[in-house]
């Protein structure tokens, strides 16, 4: 059944069936197009998503991966080197180019773990506190905006969207960070 072109109607049958499909029944039927549609939206959303804080970074040299690692740092204080690893999924050596960069800035300081003296933990200066406000103010207000124009039952439906977009065997650790909804 070729979906793009219209085709049969719900299960082959000609011209649909009289019942309504259930809601994973009517998601199995949208179309290539409509999925291209989507992430071509994705695409250009996730563009003007980063513009204004790209704009702060190029300023000073720096790119999306000190952004992401200054927000993860923001949002789990103390968090150690091997756990920021663990949530962007980046290498050591991606990861280290970075910190070192923030870190010799002025943006991020590092310590030593007390209980375990191989653990390094990580937390923004005053002037990376700054910076991570300067970065994220934008994203909250465009985020703010969307959410406030589309109404609460989208702003439900896109969270539970972005979920489901999240490989299934890390997704209870990401909302466990993220946090669930409710909450």
Do not use: C
Request: glycine share 10%; hydrophobic share 35%.
């Amino acid at each position: 059944m070729n979906r793009d072109r219209g085709g049969p109607g719900l299960h082959g049958v000609p011209g649909g069936a009289t019942q309504t499909p259930s809601r994973p029944e009517q998601l199995l039927f949208l179309t290539d197009e409509q999925l291209r549609q989507g992430i071509e939206l994705l695409f250009f959303a996730y563009r003007d998503f980063t513009s204004d804080p790209d704009a702060v970074l190029a300023e000073r040299g720096y790119g999306r991966a000190h952004h992401r690692a200054i927000h993860f740092i923001k949002r789990r204080p103390g968090i150690t080197v091997a756990g920021l690893l663990d949530i962007l999924g980046v290498t050591k050596q991606s990861l280290n180019r970075v910190l070192r960069q923030l870190i010799e800035d002025d943006l991020v300081v590092q310590t030593t773990g007390q209980a375990d003296r191989r653990q390094r933990h990580l937390n923004l200066t005053p002037k990376g506190e700054e910076l991570e406000r300067s970065l994220s103010a934008p994203q909250r207000e465009r985020l703010r905006r969307a959410f406030s124009e589309a109404g609460p039952d989208a702003v439900a439906g896109f969270r539970k969207v972005l979920e489901r977009m999240i490989d299934e065997g890390g997704r209870d650790a990401v909302l466990s960070l993220v946090g669930r909804e409710g909450r």
